[in-house]
């Protein structure tokens, strides 16, 4: 690898790795499989990253793959069912733990919730409502009209209110 | 970041959102605090990236067993060649065209191929000619069968682009220099991907145990696919442009998988009767494909904006029985219980 493309690289992988983390386990990836899938995402990039033509954003551009590599991992017949909520760690104090405690209560709910959604609306929605892109740029990268886009994201608000609902009926969420 | 357009997003103080809801997307959107996964990425990338150019230029990681193998077989290939100029200019056939599949003159040539049982536990090519020199050389090298037509239309399906037709490195350098001899140096398949060391290792391991154990082979063919595979075959060795790829069905006029699937979830939404055709279009042509449990949840779709609950029902619980770990179970699971 050249010096330039390398720090290239390493500049690309700072600054969007934390998203890609973010946008892999949002799709319902699990445990342990994100941090191998944002590398797998990362490897692509870095093969692909001669050929990228800066007419769409970087960004949209590293999801596109990202999204091709969780289709992928869809895919494969053994999957793994990890746990959602993971060891806290004993060096917290009791109010770090309670902060971490609560968000990881907030994102098992919020997963639950995005598993009610079809994998189109899904998308949307956490690009929208999580990573915070327009919607211009987000029917771009999945692909469909920006009125499709509009479209899925009213659906995927309509079916995540109705489980919350259903959650709150079963005694499922606060 | 927003356009005009665009609904106020349900983590802003602004909306209306479940507050619960709210606080839970402003969690996630606040992301993990990892400030080491920048630098664990980097590195496990670089690692394979290092891994993978080591095969290239670093020491050759495969055993000396493997390494003398290619050996045997860079020699083999120029003994071929060899053969081939010498049955350029006497009209008779050299040893490795006799070892390529040739389904008319199999059975009456006596170039067949030995099936593995208890008595044959290796199958291999008979040879048909003895003698010394470059023909024991060349059948030396051909104790590594060529695939079978299931074999390679698995190894499409594994890795559609990236093997070559024949899995053997030393294989493939005979059938180049075959192709070379037969088209008058013309290479049709030059351009094609060679494989890695470490999958032709892999694939010789693989097909070794097959051979070893055939209980564990490839599944049986169909009888009445093996004459239309077997012709498909030998005319992909003659034209290899015309070799057939990982998604070709059962049906030559079927389109791809993927595109199949694609326009039944696009129909899934306006029209669910198309989808649902689709579906079972892919199931015609695509009985053991790649996208056999998105097919079926685009079929549940399909069935449930249909109104046909009980058909849905059904096809719901063979979806969860057979994908119990799928992502779209719980969605399934909470579908069948809410149609009446």
Redesign the interface.
Known sequence: ?RAGSSDA??AI??EH??YV??VLR?L?VRGADV?DL??ET??VV?RKLPSYEPRAALRSWIYGIALRVVSDY??RAH?K?EALVERLPEQLTAAQQHNLL??QE??E??D??L????E?QRQVFVL?????????EIAEIVGCPLQTA?SR?QVA?KH??EQ?LRLRAAGG?? | MSEERDPVRWADAASDCDPLLRRALGNARAGLGDSGLPERVEQAVRRRLAAESGHVHGPDPRPAVTRSWTWIGAGGAAVIALAGAVWLTQGSQPTVMRALPQPAAAGAAGTTREQPGPSNPEPRLAPQRTGSGPHLEADHRLRAPPPSAVERQQDRVDTPRARPTLQSPHALRADDAVARVDRGGSNMRGQRPRPSAADSDRALAARARRNRDPASAAPPRPADDAPRNHARDSAALDHPRHAPRASIPRQGSAPPELQLLSDAQRALRTTPGRALELAEQHAHAYPHGRFVEEREEIAISALLALGEHAAASTRIRTFLTAYPDSLAAPRMAHQLEASP
Request: glycine residues 6%.
């Open positions: 690898m690289f390493s992988v700072r790795s934390q983390f973010r949002a319902g941090e944002c590398q990362f490897l870095h869809r895919k999957r069912r609560e968000q907030d994102w709910l919020l639950t919730l598993h009610a959604l079809g189109e929208y409502e999580i990573e915070g892109l327009p919607m211009r509009y994201l608000r995540i209110a919350l969420a606060p």
